[in-house]
């Protein structure tokens, strides 16, 4: 038999975002996946969008490891939080985090290093994302024009 979603947890998402699972956190709070974003009580409420979360991962102690960017940065973070009882929320965050995704392709950029370009969905369209091997400095004017003409020619290849 199904509960109903607390009050507390229905007033966490945006308007016009329905919830999809929550679970309770330690030590007090709520992580809740919307349609639309993974919400962390990360100290403040954080809401992630399901195309600017990278990976998610559960570890053996019960806490979600969150590896993306917040609305509010363009850089790379790293967010744990423990749940009490996951419920369904592992499987919820695994199939919009990878059903968000349209393209994920390595290319190479110079010898054996390269980029990882992903095309996520967001709203109606497409948003690429360029994430650098490590040893490539990802301000370098050569290597950001070698990633936008492998972009273009993926884009191509596929028609989007």
């Given at each position: 038999m199904f509960s109903r979603t607390p009050t507390e947890v229905r007033t966490i998402?945006?308007?016009?975002?329905?919830?999809?699972?929550?679970?309770?956190?330690?030590?007090?709070?709520?992580a809740v996946a919307s349609d639309a974003a993974l919400y962390l009580p990360v100290p403040q409420r954080l809401r992630l969008p399901w195309e600017r979360i990278a990976k998610a991962t559960w570890t053996e102690e019960g806490s979600l490891l969150v590896e993306g960017r917040s609305e509010a940065s363009d850089k790379d973070r790293?967010?744990?939080?423990?749940?009490?009882?996951?419920?369904?929320l592992p499987t919820v965050i695994y199939e919009r985090v990878t059903s968000s995704v349209v393209v994920s392709e390595r290319v190479a950029l110079e010898g054996e290093l390269?980029?990882?370009?992903?095309?996520?969905?967001?709203?109606?369209?497409?948003?690429?994302t360029v994430t650098f091997d490590p040893g490539i400095d990802p301000r370098d004017p050569d290597m950001q024009s070698r990633a936008r003409e492998a972009m273009a020619e993926l884009r191509a290849t596929l028609g989007v």
């Open positions: 998402v945006g308007s016009g975002e329905r919830v999809l699972s929550w679970a309770r956190t330690d030590p007090i709070g709520f790293t967010w744990m939080v423990r749940i009490d009882e996951p419920r369904t390269g980029a990882r370009i992903v095309a996520r969905r967001v709203g109606d369209g497409l948003a690429w």
